[in-house]
């Protein structure tokens, strides 16, 4: 196994109990982080110099449809019912194997190329059991680490999730691959049936599995009392919006483990609701990040912690004005919190906390360093709000699991000119979908 000593950068942990940022060598060895410190000795290891740059934890982008990659922008002006109609109705029947595998391999390297390295991907256009190991190729072939979520076109509420595909990809398409895990997109208690979700999350819970679920229209059916009631609710289970979900129901669910994914550009944007950052804040607790689609917004998860910080303290900033006719003295929420959300609470929310999100011993070596030097950056005087503003200009450097991904501002992948042919032909076929208004019958 290779080693490779990275000295010289301002380390930015993320772990409890260590300074904000500090000068210490970080050593990987092989997939691992072998040492965080002062000086590491390892004469054996290749240096790297990063002094003008601030080393952090990969990013963890914990909510994409990485299958749209392909209609890029098609739904910027598009409304969550627009985006309904026009995806889930008119398009997603016409998806073929190949359609999603360049699709999930460009949407994962423009991931890593913006400095994600793992990523939930929510794939709920699984037509076929084609469809889902060409998504899955696709995840390999970028050589990003991912949570394969399983799912289907939306379903009658009556129809379970089905479970023999899980199992065949446990058996293989995703136990084959290091960097893959698989966890199941369900359509949750709002969208299924009583019956129908009890069995989808007693199902994930029995094989172990991270299950994820929208939720973003309407009070709380008779589904979430039932799975609360059996006990299924836990630190695997995930909700994605959770704009509709009163306090009480929020709180219960928090003190079952659950976490909570926000999308705050794209709800925002389309209509969902407010983002429940301050909802869950207010509870004890904090969101994980996702971009959600890039029909609509672009995929950087930076992005989405900006929008999240500025959006929560406008809405704390307000209320403090209305409640005390004065502007507050200190933030409601800090750089520090948001850079926690993409990357700390983005490895909760996917299952993975015990292997990403921060920088120390014993974790995976997934790290990216931001240049610093920059002009848009420089001076560099407060490390965690700079690596918060960097854009993909900014990303000098990508590491997943010890192997570079990215180097000297680089993205390390072959034949991108081919990949971004084949996601334009793929693009202009599927937009036939949506401009004939309809399935492919």
């Not at 076929?128 to 190729?137: M, Q």
């Not at 969101?287 to 609509?296: F, V």
């Not at 918060?388 to 034949?415: F, P, Q, Y």
Request: proline share 5%.
């Amino acid at each position: 196994m290779s080693r490779v000593l990275l000295r010289g950068a301002q380390v930015i942990t993320m772990t409890p109990d260590r300074p904000d940022a500090e000068q210490v060598d970080v050593l990987v060895d092989g997939e691992t982080i072998a040492a965080v410190g002062g000086t590491v000795e390892a004469p054996d290891a290749e240096v790297v110099d990063f002094s003008g740059r601030i080393l952090i934890p990969g990013l963890v982008n914990a909510h994409l449809h990485t299958w749209q990659t392909a209609l890029r922008s098609v739904g910027a002006d598009w409304t969550l019912m627009e985006y309904l109609t026009h995806m889930h109705g008119e398009c997603v029947g016409h998806y073929t194997p190949a359609d999603m595998h360049i699709s999930n391999l460009a949407g994962a390297l423009n991931q890593i190329n913006c400095g994600t390295t793992t990523l939930g991907d929510w794939c709920h256009n699984a037509l076929s059991p084609e469809h889902a190991d060409a998504a899955v190729e696709g995840l390999v072939q970028a050589g990003i680490r991912a949570v394969f979520l399983h799912g289907t076109p939306y379903r009658s509420p009556e129809i379970p999730h089905p479970l023999a595909e899980i199992d065949r990809l446990l058996d293989g398409p995703v136990r084959d691959h290091a960097l893959l895990t698989l966890g199941m997109a369900l359509q949750g208690p709002q969208y299924s049936s009583v019956e129908t979700a009890v069995a989808d999350f007693r199902a994930g819970a029995e094989r172990g599995l991270v299950v994820s679920m929208h939720q973003s229209g309407g009070e709380p059916s008779p589904g979430w009392e039932a799975v609360r009631d059996a006990g299924l609710f836990s630190p695997l289970t995930n909700v994605v919006h959770g704009i509709d979900l009163p306090d009480d129901w929020r709180k219960t669910l928090l003190e079952a483990g659950v976490t909570f994914t926000t999308t705050p550009e794209n709800e925002l944007g389309q209509g969902h609701g407010t983002p429940i950052t301050g909802a869950l804040l207010r509870l004890g607790a904090a969101p994980s990040l996702g971009t959600d689609i890039d029909t609509a917004v672009p995929g950087s998860v930076l992005t989405a912690a900006r929008i999240a910080l500025a959006h929560q303290r406008g809405l704390d900033h307000a209320h403090h004005r209305q409640t005390t006719g004065m502007h507050a003295n200190t933030p409601s929420v800090t750089s520090k919190q948001a850079l926690a959300w993409a990357t700390v609470e983005g490895a909760k929310a996917l299952g993975l906390a015990d292997k990403v999100g921060r920088i120390e011993a014993g974790m995976q070596a997934d790290m990216v360093a931001v240049d610093a030097r920059a002009l848009n950056l420089w001076p560099a005087h407060d490390p965690i709000a700079t690596a918060l503003h960097a854009d993909i200009a900014n990303i000098e450097a990508v590491m997943v699991a010890g192997t570079w991904r990215k180097r000297d501002h680089v993205l390390l992948a072959s034949g991108l000119d081919e990949v971004k042919n084949q996601l334009r032909e793929s693009g202009e076929r599927l937009l036939h979908g949506i401009r004939a208004g309809g399935s492919p019958g």
